[in-house]
Structure formats: structure tokens, C-alpha cells
């Protein structure tokens, strides 16, 4: 099917204020302005909704972020679909942002059958190396199974030993500088559990039939760097990915179990559910070693945050204020949507433990869950007042269809996280 867009409204006949009209096998889209692209978005899946698969972007009224946010409205899960985009003199930066989308989308996805911890390792360095025509700027090495433990990564071996299929941690270098020694700009640590039933803290089934999406962090962080990378990031940038399958076995970690991290932290073990902040610490440890301008990690790590903003946000929690604003003026040009939750030095009063130095779970009768989060994830990194970011990512994942978005992985963040480190490394 053609399709056009227009800045006249529609016909009487099809309805007051009609979004798309029809004539033949031609649909108009009747868009407010030019930048409206959520009118373009709804009407891509109004006509998914109708059975159409197939589109032709037609007519010279298209720009890159109409195509965009025609392609984000038509894509579900099941990728049976095939548009036809106009000729734009950002071809690249949309085919780009398409590649990385689909990745995060995709892997996000996929069951967790298919996705395990290793293979999610792997997959996400084969990403990133093709990204880049320079193959010698990508170094990378997966630890896994009882090596995570014999290195001192006890966070993530505690979590994923449980399991059949082995934990991983991927530890990737981007350095297109040439040089061994050259600064980082940033280390990016994503949590990738591939699934989580919540161990013995199980899940009730209708909380876990999404659960293969708990490594929704781990895509986002990896898509955006390689948006970064496709876009021109010409500074050093370490990726840590923290991934593990939480399950029950007699091998798996209980509640009382301690963990002694290599930095000397202990943690008690509260809740078997709250396994996403044991594995990130381990990757927030290596990613403080780096001394990079900036750390990000990302997680889909409460259900506290997305009772907070739903679906429709990523939450952000930190300390430092610039930081903070310059993720949101990078969200602002991508047109993502971020907001921003409280994290302040009373937090980490609010995870204690009497067997540890701190606990896994809020320690108050009525604790801000995204925020006792954030605090434990604080104690793994040494200056977690500045140059630290925190990313809840409630808007990864949708377990029904809106206006908006189909069923399953949005991609939303990937290039406000791509803008940002081109910003800064511009800086």
C-alpha cells in the first residue's frame, strides 16, 4: 500500500478529525505538522492493525523522523513486514537507527531458550564488531561459568549457578584511537538475566511470562553503542554486560546467603527476586577501575519504577545534576522519554543488614523500592555522587499492544544513550 502524508485534514466522511483516509490502494496520513510524529506512529499501527504488511513511504513530504516514526509504529515482534522508504539524505542514519533498533528489539524478544547468558555475550560483541569497518577498535573476552567465581565475581556467579545454562560477563573495548593507553569516556554495564523466575522469591506466573525481557538493560546499552559507533563515536567506550539466568535448583543461591564482593562489600541475601543489583555490581566494580569521564548502567531492575511511570518512561536516578541534565537534553533532540526519580544520601540508610554490610531489599516499612535500588547499586561505585548514572528502564518492554507500540521490546533509549556519548566526546 502507497502511502502519503498531508497537512489537510481529512474528508467528513471518514470520520471528525480522521487520522488516515483511503483511496484505491493509496492511504493518506493527515498529520497536524510536520513534526508530528505521533500522529505518524498511530497510523502506522492503525493499518498493522488492519491486516497491511506491506508499505511504500510515497510522495516528498517524508523526512527521516516521519520515516522513523512510521517504522517504529509498524514493526511487531514477529518482523512479517516490508517497507519501502523514499530516498532522504539521511538514508544512513535511519538505515542505522533501524540496525541498532532491531537488535535491541530483537534479542529482547527472542526466548529465553535461545538467549542465554552466553549466547547473549556473544551475540552483543558480534553486534558492536559489526558496527565498525576497523575491526582491531573492538577487543573483547566472555568469562563464564565457575571462572566468573574463581575471578572474584561472586555477584553474578551466586545468581546464575542455579541454572543449566552458565552466567556470563562480557567485558568489551571499543578504542578506535589506536592507543592502549587511551582515556575512557565512558563504561556502559547492563544487566542481562536472560530470565528470571525470581528463585525461591518465585514469581507468580503472570509476572514471569515476560520475564526472557529481564535483559532488557544489557540490549539497551549494547544498541546504543553501536548507534554511537555507526554515527561516528571516534573515543574509547568499555561495555560490561552482567548476564545469568536466575532459576531454583539445589544449586541455586537462597535467602540468608551472603555475598562478599571483590571490593569488600558484603550483601545479604533478602529476596532471591532482587538478583538484578547482585549482578550489576560486579560490572559497576570492573567499570569504576576505568576511570572513564562518566558511568552509565542500565536495568530493568524494579517494579517499583515502572509502577512510578508505567510503560511510557525510562526512569533515572542520580546524584549528579549536569549529568542528569545532559542525558535529558539528549532525550529531548531524540524525542525519548526519560524521568527522573528521587536518589538521595537517606537511601543508603534504608538497605541495612545485621549480617552484612548491607542487604538486598529496602530495610524501612515503606522504602522508595527504585531508590533502595539505586542505593545498593551506589556502594559498588567509589564517587557515586558524580559521573554516575543510574537507568531503570521501564519502557523496554510492553506485554500488550497500545496506540503506539506493538506487543514486546520498544528500543526506546537507544540513541538519546547514542547522542549523549557523542555529546559528551564532542565536549
Not at 577487543?139 to 561472586?154: A, K, P, Q, T, V
Not at 519504577?305 to 525510562?314: E, S
Request: overall charge negative; aromatic content about 8%; some cysteine.
Amino acid at each position: 500500500m502507497q502511502i502519503y502524508i498531508s497537512s489537510q485534514p481529512a474528508d467528513d466522511v471518514w470520520g471528525q478529525n480522521a487520522l488516515i483516509s483511503f483511496t484505491n490502494n493509496v492511504a493518506t496520513v493527515h498529520v497536524k505538522c510536520q513534526n508530528d510524529r505521533l500522529s505518524l506512529q498511530k497510523a502506522a499501527r492503525k493499518l498493522r492493525g488492519q491486516g497491511i504488511k506491506s508499505a511504500q513511504l510515497t510522495g516528498n513530504n517524508w523526512t527521516l523522523e516521519q520515516c522513523w516514526a512510521f517504522y517504529q509504529g509498524f514493526y511487531t515482534p514477529k518482523q512479517d513486514f516490508e517497507i519501502e522508504f523514499p530516498e532522504l539524505e539521511e538514508n544512513d542514519e535511519l538505515l542505522a537507527r533501524i540496525q541498532c533498533g532491531d537488535f535491541v528489539r530483537e534479542i529482547i524478544n527472542l526466548p529465553s531458550s535461545t538467549i542465554t547468558p552466553e549466547a547473549l555475550a556473544h551475540r552483543a560483541a558480534e553486534f558492536i564488531l559489526g558496527q565498525t569497518e576497523d575491526k582491531s577498535a573492538v577487543s573483547f573476552h566472555i568469562i563464564s561459568r565457575e571462572n566468573l567465581h574463581e575471578r572474584g565475581y561472586h555477584g553474578i556467579w551466586e545468581v546464575g549457578k542455579g541454572s543449566a545454562n552458565s552466567p556470563a560477563l562480557l567485558q568489551l573495548d571499543f578504542n578506535p584511537t589506536g592507543n592502549p593507553n587511551a582515556p575512557v569516556l565512558a563504561s556502559l554495564v547492563g544487566k542481562g538475566i536472560t530470565f528470571d523466575s525470581g528463585g525461591y522469591s518465585i514469581k507468580p506466573s503472570n509476572t514471569m511470562d515476560s520475564m526472557r525481557a529481564d535483559m532488557g538493560g544489557a540490549a539497551l546499552v549494547t544498541g546504543a553503542l553501536g548507534l554511537a559507533i555507526a554515527r561516528g563515536l571516534n573515543q574509547r567506550v568499555k561495555l560490561y554486560l552482567c548476564c545469568a539466568e536466575n532459576m531454583v535448583s539445589s544449586k541455586a543461591f537462597k535467602l540468608g546467603d551472603i555475598i562478599q564482593y571483590r571490593n569488600g562489600v558484603s550483601a545479604e541475601i533478602l529476596n532471591t527476586d532482587a538478583e538484578g543489583r547482585l549482578v550489576l555490581a560486579d560490572g559497576l566494580i570492573d567499570a569504576d577501575k576505568d576511570n572513564a569521564q562518566f558511568i552509565i548502567d542500565c536495568a530493568t531492575l524494579t517494579g517499583a519504577a515502572k509502577i512510578a511511570v508505567g510503560n511510557d518512561y525510562h526512569s533515572v536516578l542520580s546524584m549528579d545534576d549536569q549529568l542528569v541534565a545532559d542525558l535529558f537534553a539528549s532525550a529531548k533532540e531524540e524525542q525519548e522519554p526519560f524521568w527522573r526519580l528521587p536518589f538521595e544520601e537517606l537511601h543508603r540508610g534504608q538497605i541495612s543488614s545485621g549480617f552484612a554490610d548491607i542487604s538486598n531489599t529496602g530495610s524501612v516499612p515503606v522504602g522508595a523500592g527504585a531508590s533502595t535500588a539505586t542505593a545498593f547499586l551506589s556502594y559498588f561505585v567509589k564517587n557515586y555522587q558524580q559521573h554516575w548514572l543510574h537507568i531503570d528502564c521501564s519502557a523496554t518492554f510492553r506485554k500488550s499492544a497500545n496506540e503506539l507500540w506493538a506487543v514486546g521490546a520498544t528500543g526506546l533509549g537507544v540513541q538519546t544513550l547514542a547522542n549523549l556519548l557523542l555529546t559528551k566526546a564532542g565536549e
